[in-house]
């Protein structure tokens, strides 16, 4: 049965916690979900949620449909004028969840594998998106050198669930990543911004690779572009100088989907 939670509920402050702050999202080692498709998708995909937090309205068009799905976790009824304190959204539908993270996974690249390596990606939209974007074509796993926090509501939101379902990992370094590359025989492509760069649409991705994506203002850093194999650039108009890196890894995915599917 659901309880009554008012604004000092520790419950729903909790939640405006986990919504500010990377640092306590990582010390309790949970997150928060806000709206009706996202908190469902969470539950679908495995991920064990520890409170609901439910509008009177949201309660009435969606709580039985949670209930059903998770019915083993806490479930409070808030005010609409919480609902709009805590919310990260503008257009909050009175649905929140407060979840537990995701354990880490081990994987490493293997000879073969589509994979990705995002280094110093710091907007959560764009990490979001392409977590979104490599669920949709495929990939082997993601790899993550120092960017922004995979658990940030907008991060989540963007990737559309897909955080739920991919392989993730957070590398400490990036040289272990480059010794098991290079010791399964799978190439590092870095994509740069050089027309001197090998043409993307012109390197052969049959044999899988790992692509590198660079921060959105500097790019790779020129240490991680020499260690690379392969240098790959990304075909555009004379008077464009850049994509954005979502977009740039969206293209690059595609790419290696299609030599996939071409095999």
């Not at 990260?88 to 081990?106: H, K, N, R, S």
């Not at 870095?190 to 001197?196: E, K, P, T």
């Not at 690779?209 to 790779?220: K, Q």
């Not at 392969?230 to 008077?239: E, F, G, H, V």
Request: a negative charge; hydrophobic letters at 45%; charged letters at 20%.
């Amino acid at each position: 049965m659901a309880q009554q939670a008012g604004a000092n509920n520790k419950t729903v402050k909790r939640f405006a916690s986990l919504n500010r702050s990377r640092a306590f999202r990582e010390k309790n080692g949970m997150f928060p979900l806000e709206g009706f498709r996202l908190v469902s998708d969470a539950v679908r995909s495995g991920i064990r949620l520890s409170a609901l937090l439910l509008t009177e309205n949201a309660a009435e068009q969606y709580g039985d449909a949670l209930r059903d799905a998770a019915p083993a976790q806490q479930t409070f009824l808030i005010a609409e004028s919480t609902a709009r304190e805590i919310a990260d959204t503008e257009t909050a539908q009175g649905v929140f969840a407060i979840a537990e993270m995701l354990p880490e996974t081990d994987i490493l690249p293997q000879a073969g594998d589509r994979c990705m390596m995002l280094h110093h990606v710091q907007d959560p939209s764009n990490l979001g998106a392409i977590l979104r974007t490599a669920e949709a074509l495929g990939t082997d796993g993601l790899y993550l050198y120092h960017c922004c926090d995979l658990y940030n509501p907008k991060t989540i939101r963007s990737s559309m669930g897909a955080l739920f379902r991919i392989a993730v990992r957070r590398l400490p370094d990036t040289e272990c990543f480059f010794e098991r590359c290079r010791a399964v025989g799978l190439p590092t492509c870095a994509a740069v911004v050089d027309r001197d760069a090998q043409l993307l649409g012109s390197f052969d991705f049959t044999g899988g690779a790992a692509v590198l994506i660079g921060n959105e203002g500097n790019g790779l850093p020129p240490e991680i572009t020499a260690a690379c194999s392969d240098r790959l650039t990304i075909p555009m108009s004379p008077d464009s100088n850049s994509l954005n890196a979502a977009m740039a890894a969206g293209l690059f995915l595609w790419e290696m989907r299609r030599a996939s599917a071409a095999k």
